[in-house]
Nanobody, 123 residues
Framework: QVQLVESGGGLVQAGGSLRLSCAAS????????LAWFRQAPGSEREFVAA????????YYADSVKGRFAISRDNAQNTMYLQMNSLKPEDTAVYYC????????????????WGQGTQVTVSS
């Protein structure tokens, strides 16, 4: 079992910044790769960014490349998403997910999800 808890969402004006956190726990946690997804109302869950827990390599969706930065703190078992230059179209519930597959962009390949944190960007 893997438990994931997101935090850090909120309301911000366009051009602003937010940092999301995802705290991971559970006996099998180290066997999984973690990633951020988001889901806007009426839309499918879409991949945002992923990071390798061991190498630190990162992978981003084109829509956030250059604006968002994913990182992790192995000692704290926590993954972060620094979001800069936010746009209204970034408004969504942001989820962290755990998968056996590294850098996988398909949400159906993720076994565990957090409860999500709302990010709202006003224009």
């Amino acid at each position: 079992q893997v438990q994931l808890v997101e935090s850090g969402g909120g309301l911000v004006q366009a051009g602003g910044s937010l940092r999301l956190s995802c705290a991971a726990s559970g006996r099998a946690f180290s066997s999984y790769a973690l990633a951020w997804f988001r889901q806007a109302p009426g839309s499918e869950r879409e991949f945002v960014a992923a990071i390798s827990w061991t190498s630190g390599r990162t992978y981003y969706a084109d829509s956030v490349k250059g604006r968002f930065a994913i990182s992790r703190d192995n000692a704290q078992n926590t993954m972060y998403l620094q979001m800069n230059s936010l746009k209204p179209e970034d408004t969504a519930v942001y989820y962290c997910g755990a998968s056996r597959l590294v850098f996988n962009t398909n949400p159906t390949n993720y076994d565990y999800w957090g409860q999500g944190t709302q990010v709202t960007v006003s224009s």
